[in-house]
């Protein structure tokens, strides 16, 4: 049993940059994580993942923009999210991938970008 935890999401300018951090419970080790966001009248989105070597690929609304890492040691995942724009404004959840029976999900974290 894993537990997710994000971090690091808040109010930030058109233009700026934040930090997401997801903090599991246990080691997640050998598993697949991703970055999902989730907007007002839109669809779930996979916006990064990252395999436990640090393999990492990215849609393509925030490819060059969006950085995603991870620390197996400290069993956390990271997310660096730059020159945001207002399209940006989700709750971003971290999440396990490809586990059966069914995924790990965090709680999300709110992101706003303002004009």
């Known amino acids: 049993q894993v537990q997710l935890v994000e971090s690091g999401g808040g109010l930030v300018q058109t233009g700026g940059s934040l930090r997401l951090s997801c903090t599991a419970s246990g080691s997640i080790y050998n598993i697949v994580m991703g970055w999902y966001r989730q907007a007002p009248g839109k669809r779930r989105e996979l916006i990064a993942q990252?395999?436990?070597?640090?393999?990492?690929d990215y849609a393509d609304s925030v490819k060059d923009r969006f950085t995603i890492s991870r620390d197996n040691t400290k069993s956390k995942v990271y997310l660096e999210m730059s020159d945001l724009g207002v399209d940006d404004t989700a709750v971003y959840l971290c999440a396990t991938r490809y586990r059966r029976p069914s995924d790990y999900w965090g709680q999300g974290t709110q992101v706003t970008v303002s004009s």
């Open positions: 990252i395999t436990s070597s640090g393999s990492a």
